[in-house]
């Protein structure tokens, strides 16, 4: 599903963390760790295909079966002025997908979002916004799901839900690669650590 091969993203020409090699099949989940500044945000964004400074290679899927990533990072990517239940008819919309008002309204419940599907985003907590988020995860199709520190405006129930859904996910043959500065209690994890590379660490890279 997903294969590192001495990656390291560079900044102005020079690597932010020592280079990676790690591999990871459908159905795994990885525990992404390092002190802040270490280049945690930046490899996700690679991965994704938001940071195209980088040495060394990733392969996502194969030439045969190539798969592209659900990235969620610190922005949210909602529509303030949109509800819940139109954001997540717009994202469907724009992968080509046409899903009935049901499955939506299904997924809402789903993350205990049911009760504001119909409230503008920009009237919700941070933490009602993320669990819109969420709902999202779940209608889209993606085998790969590159999460950047997704604990965060999430209250205790918000945060077991997290994890549910993770191992929901990594059951249904999903792989999930996530950033966290505090460990989560998903099943069967692997860890990832990320060691800056000298003078490139540094606080604004919140990863």
């Avoid at 309204?105 to 819109?132: N, Y």
């Avoid at 839900?161 to 099943?187: F, W």
Wanted: negative net charge; hydrophobic residues 40%; charged residues 20%.
């Amino acid at each position: 599903m997903l294969r590192i091969v001495d990656l390291a993203s560079t900044r102005n020409g020079e690597p932010v963390f020592e280079p990676l090699a790690f591999a990871c099949g459908a159905g795994q989940s990885v525990e992404i760790v390092g002190p802040n500044g270490s280049g945690k945000t930046t490899l996700l964004r690679t991965l994704a295909g938001l940071h195209s400074q980088f040495e060394g290679q990733f392969v996502l899927g194969s030439e045969q079966d190539p798969i592209y990533p659900l990235y969620q990072g610190h922005r949210i990517g909602l529509d303030e002025s949109l509800s819940a239940l139109d954001n997540l008819g717009w994202f469907s919309a724009l992968v080509g997908k046409k899903i009935a008002e049901k499955d939506t309204v299904d997924v809402l419940a789903r993350v205990g979002a049911l009760k504001f599907a119909q409230t503008p985003i920009g009237q919700l907590s941070q933490g009602q916004q993320r669990r819109v988020a969420m709902a999202r995860w779940l209608q889209d199709d993606a085998r790969l799901w590159l999460l950047d520190e997704p604990l965060t405006a999430l209250d205790t129930d918000a945060q077991a839900l997290l994890v549910e859904l993770i191992d929901e996910g990594v059951t249904d043959g999903k792989t999930v690669l996530y950033a966290t500065h505090a460990s989560m209690p998903v099943k069967d994890k692997s860890m990832l650590t990320i060691t800056a590379m000298g003078d490139n660490a540094r606080d604004g890279d919140t990863g």
